[in-house]
């Protein structure tokens, strides 16, 4: 069965429903829409199931220049297979619940165009053979997107949400291509596998221009992972529907620049500052999203900087050379972030459309199924220890942190104090939502369309972590054996029984400890949190973290103000003088023709008339000249 398939028909479903979603009713357009998606699960799981992952398929060549040659050529390896079954697994889900969740908007047919598109751009980038076609793929997701976060586009916020993170994510996208260009410099070609092959002929450990290379690329994986200092556009992206923000958040776009990092190991194992740049800023990143998130009154921006905190894991896993965690981690996140995410929009369909935790509370009782499948959902992103996946992937970064080749003590720290602020942030938000009294009536009971996918999806976010289970009893687990012919296992600075355990009963305790000061700030003693935080220096500081530590505030300064007033002081210089005078002398032509156009048929004849005389004079002239 070929590979090619499986971005074939999302890709097809989007092509007709572009076509024809104003002709289609509901049923036709969620048919296709789940359909596409559906055959491309399927066949994906196949692939793997029957020939364990292993296919490179040529479809045709894409461009030909002197000696360069790009190709349709699309991959299934091990690393590429674990994407694509999560992209189309849980993309799947996801369109499913849309089904229930965009059920009677006037643009439903658009919404599963796009969605089929963003999965279908997102396949193609992790399947891709070669960096030019990975591009493709990468810029689709952009593009998507922006097309998707706009949706509601006739509100001027949603507009201005879409708007920003097409254009900083493009600065990602600018380092990314420069990176490119010196990757075709120094090896003549984009070919993924002839990349990594030819790196460790072409440079040495710390070599100025492979550093320069993977500063670039990791650029581009900060821009759309929504990592510092890139990272302002995330929060704001939760102006598109629900369904986006789980699709974005879970199985495509910010989980690019994991992808990217990890397909480029080899690149990144040669330069040690890259590597260490990418360390500092997931640690960084997990520590400041927590810290936003925990301020946050939105519940789709808790979420949101919750992403970012957990994406801040990974890079920290691909920092210390741990790979195989950062996928594994990867892979769990899909699960409980698509689940959490698709419960919170449960929650807000059932209060027509509310996303203020502070108008909420009660649901407990009135929307006992999506109580559970929350619960799960929050368990697994807090760690909730031995019966949650979050536990096994998240710790097993956290430990790997100190113990790791490229470890330090302070990645560790950080970790551990990401643990208890996301089971601050975490369970404050379930406690918002779900206990006390009820503050908004709920106007509908969400579906078997949006309920059966988080039922699949808080199965998933339990057991998915016990296939990496055995690393604990100092073994390789099946997820890194899977993983070993793509990704080098990772080198072990410290390895000690005794105190991987100790590591893992301290993160345990600091994610429990998290949710008993949520429970005591939200439910036992509120009052005094509230008097706590309405303190000057603690208010100015809460203040900060809502606004995302002030980010939007710095880059308008420092680049939006400044190229603003330049262009006022440029609008009038002498080359926008001629294009302006050109388009003048245009528009005065075109008056002038129009004149000529009267509707009168005796104007028109005697046109023809005197165009005939002018004619025949300057023939009979020259005849006798």
């Not at 002929?201 to 221009?209: I, V």
């Not at 942190?401 to 975490?426: F, P, Q």
């Not at 590591?503 to 998290?514: D, E, I, K, N, P």
């Not at 009038?572 to 001629?578: C, N």
């Amino acid at each position: 069965m070929s590979a090619l398939l499986i971005p074939a028909f999302p890709f097809l479903g989007a092509l007709l429903l572009m076509l024809g979603w104003k002709r289609f009713g509901c049923i036709a357009v969620s048919v296709i829409g789940c359909g596409s998606i559906g055959m491309a699960a399927l066949i994906a799981f196949l692939i793997v199931a029957t020939q364990g992952g292993q296919q490179v398929q040529h479809a045709w060549n894409w461009l030909q220049a002197g000696t360069f040659s790009a190709g349709i050529d699309l991959r299934m390896d091990a690393l590429s297979s674990i994407f694509v079954l999560v992209i189309t697994g849980v993309g799947l889900l996801i369109h499913v619940y849309s089904t229930g969740y965009m059920k009677g908007d006037p643009d439903y047919g658009r919404f599963f165009a796009c969605m089929n598109l963003f999965v279908g751009a997102m396949l193609m980038l992790v399947m891709a053979d070669n960096l030019l076609l990975l591009y493709f793929g990468w810029e689709g997701v952009g593009l998507c997107s922006y097309l998707l976060i706009g949706f509601w586009y006739k509100d001027p916020a949603n507009g201005y949400a879409a708007r920003k993170a097409f254009i900083v994510t493009r600065i990602g996208d600018t380092a990314m291509a420069i990176a490119l260009f010196l990757l075709f410099q120094h090896t003549g070609v984009l070919d993924i596998p002839t990349i990594l092959g030819k790196a460790g002929q072409l440079w040495t450990s710390g070599d100025a221009t492979v550093t320069l290379i993977a500063l670039l690329l990791l650029g581009g994986a900060v821009g759309k992972s929504a990592q510092l200092p890139l990272q302002t556009w995330l929060p704001d992206a939760m102006a598109g529907p629900t369904p986006v923000s789980a699709l974005i958040h879970a199985a495509t776009m910010v989980t690019a620049g994991v992808y990217l990092v990890a397909r480029m190991h080899t690149v990144f194992e040669l330069s040690p500052l890259a590597q260490t740049a990418t360390a500092v800023i997931g640690a960084i990143t997990l520590l400041l999203a927590g810290f936003s998130a925990l301020v946050q009154t939105d519940i789709k921006r808790v979420l949101a900087y919750s992403t970012i905190s957990q994406i801040g894991y990974m890079f920290l896993a691909l920092g210390v050379g741990a790979w195989s965690a950062a996928i594994f981690h990867f892979v769990t996140h899909a699960f409980f972030k698509a689940l959490l995410f698709m419960a919170a929009g449960g929650v807000i369909v059932a209060l027509h459309h509310e996303q203020n935790m502070f108008k909420m509370g009660g649901l407990k009782k009135l929307l006992p199924a999506v109580y559970w499948v929350f619960l799960i959902g929050a368990a697994s992103l807090t760690a909730i220890p031995l019966v949650t996946a979050g536990f096994y992937s998240k710790d097993q970064i956290i430990w790997l942190s100190w113990s790791a080749a490229g470890g330090h003590t302070g990645y560790w720290l950080a970790a551990l104090l990401g643990a208890l602020l996301t089971g601050m942030y975490t369970f404050r938000m379930f406690f918002l939502v779900f206990y006390g009294e009820a503050k908004t009536q709920v106007h509908h009971i969400p579906g078997p369309a949006m309920m059966i996918p988080l039922y699949i999806l808080a199965v998933l976010s339990t057991v998915a972590g016990f296939i990496e289970l055995p690393h604990t009893m100092g073994h390789l687990a099946l997820f890194s054996q899977w993983l070993q012919p793509v990704l080098p296992p990772v080198q072990m600075l410290h390895e000690s029984a005794g105190m991987e355990w100790t590591s893992q009963v301290l993160s345990a305790l600091l994610a429990l400890s998290g949710i008993g000061l949520a429970y005591a700030w939200v439910i036992r003693r509120p009052q005094g949190m509230s008097d706590f935080l309405e303190m000057p220096a603690i208010a100015w500081l809460r203040g900060c973290w809502a606004r995302g530590w002030d980010f939007d505030f710095v880059y308008d300064m420092l680049l939006v103000r400044p190229f603003v007033r330049l262009s006022r002081m440029n609008r009038r210089d002498l080359v926008d003088k001629l294009y302006t005078g050109l388009a003048w002398l245009m528009e005065r032509c075109h008056n002038a023709l129009a004149r000529t156009q009267s509707g009168l048929l005796r104007w028109y004849v005697m046109g023809v008339v005197l165009g005939a005389v002018t004619i025949l004079s300057v023939l009979i002239w020259r005849l006798y000249e």
